[in-house]
Structures are given as C-alpha cells and as structure tokens.
C-alpha cells in the first residue's frame, strides 16, 4: 500500500487547513487511518483517529479544532484544522493498521502556522 499525503502548507494563526491522504490498494474500508504530527526535536505524536466504524479520537490538544473523517468511495481520509496556532506547526503523517497487515506511513506533508 501507499499512502500520499497531500495539503500542508504555510497559514497564519487561526487559520484552516485541509489534510488528505490517499491510499492505494484494496480493503480501505476496513482500515483504521490516523493522523500523527512531528515538531523539529519531538516525538510523533498521535492526532486524531478514525476506525472502520467512524468512531473517532482526538489528542487533546486539538479536540474541537481538528476533525478527521474518511471517504471509502475515495479511499482517502481527511484531517480538517480549524483555529491553528505556532504549536500546531509540524510535519502530519497519516497511517494506516489494518489486522493482519504490517502498519504503513505516508511521506508526511508540512504545516507551518505563523504567529
């Protein structure tokens, strides 16, 4: 599988920005997707995550800000960020799990918000 992440960019503070990434492949239905973010210097950390179902959980860094959602049609699942701040500045990776198959990481797309 390959998954290509698209959307990053420059913003300033409080502003929006539209993360997708699109899978390659079959099953995409099935997948659990999520959202991580990387600041210079830090861990990755979890963001947000979406399960087959639509269930969804978020960091709590961004709860009401970021929402994820996935089109099966597109194979593709989205990360919209809302009220952006310095802090949100990162590079996102979006990742795929799947039961019975090895995890997989797109190339990871990067945010900057201005103050």
């Known amino acids: 599988v390959q998954l290509q992440a698209s959307g990053g960019g420059l913003v300033q503070a409080g502003g929006s920005l539209r993360l997708s990434c699109a899978a390659s492949g079959n099953f995409f239905s099935i997948n659990t997707m999520s959202w991580y973010r990387q600041a210079p210097g830090k861990q990755r950390d979890l963001v947000a995550e979406?399960?087959?179902?639509?269930?969804?959980n978020y960091a709590d860094s961004v709860k009401g800000r970021f929402t994820i959602s996935r089109d099966n049609a597109k194979n593709t699942v989205y990360l919209q960020m809302n009220i952006l701040k310095p802090e949100d500045t990162a590079v996102y990776y979006c990742k795929r799990v799947r039961p019975g198959a090895l995890d997989a990481w797109g190339q990871g797309t990067l945010v900057t918000v201005s103050s």
């Open positions: 979406i399960t087959p179902d639509g269930s969804t």
